[in-house]
T-cell receptor, first 113, second 115 residues
């Protein structure tokens, strides 16, 4: 069964460094999403992406964050100048259509020191 | 804006006992409703969803949830749980209509099934 994959599974970085989290959505899906879950808190929506542009973003998704689909398979989340509070589990998801089931990847656990 | 409240952070039960995981939501617009499950070291998997039609929806592994519009609830139930149901369960909503599918999650309920 097709699945969403994410790399790396864990990443440790120093505050102020840039990180890129990578996702490979399911191949025929058109809608892509990033969510994050800070330890002990709710899963929060960050951004949705369709047709090579952001379709919706949350207040969390400020200028520090960017997303890109650099080729036909990858979907990346870049965090510039990481902060301690960016430490979280980041989930990528994709769906075939906008109101169809979102399939989630296993997540990348980011730790900012 | 939408919000989701899962009233129980942890629910311990014995194997073969019934279970109910509670979910209430708040929204100014019509919503779609979802339950996701997360097993250890795995991603979120869709368990069941309500988009329209019958208010009672079922999953393939015996869970069911009923959409109650007047009480703004979407509680998840299973008449007899198994050890393998141990996981974290998330209730989520998404605005219907023209939204780009943004999911708003509850804080999750950890279901622990004891032998």
């Amino acid at each position: 069964e097709p699945e969403v994959t994410q790399t790396p599974s864990h990443q440790v970085t120093q505050m102020g460094q840039e990180v890129i989290l990578r996702c490979v959505p399911i191949s025929n899906h058109l809608y892509f999403y990033w969510y994050r879950q800070i330890l002990g808190q709710k899963v929060e929506f960050l951004v949705s992406f369709y047709n090579n542009e952001i379709s919706e973003k949350s207040e969390i998704f400020d200028d520090q964050f960017s997303v890109e689909r650099p080729d036909g398979s990858n979907f990346t989340l870049k965090i510039r100048s990481t902060k301690l509070e960016d430490s979280a589990m980041y989930f990528c998801a994709s769906s075939e259509e906008v109101q169809e089931t979102q399939y989630f990847g296993p997540g990348t656990r980011l730790l900012v020191l | 804006a939408q919000s989701v409240t899962q009233l129980d952070s942890q629910v311990p039960v014995f194997e073969e006992a019934p279970v109910e995981l509670r979910c209430n939501y708040s929204s100014s617009v019509s919503v779609y409703l979802f339950w996701y499950v997360q097993y250890p070291n795995q991603g979120l998997q869709l368990l069941l969803k309500y988009l329209s039609g019958s208010t009672l929806v079922e999953s393939i592994n015996g869970f069911e949830a009923e959409f109650n519009k007047s009480q703004t609830s979407f509680h998840l139930r299973k008449p007899s749980v198994h050890i393998s149901d141990t996981a974290e369960y998330f209730c989520a909503v998404s605005p219907s209509g023209t939204s780009y599918g943004k999911l708003t999650f509850g804080q999750g309920t950890i279901l622990t099934v004891h032998p």
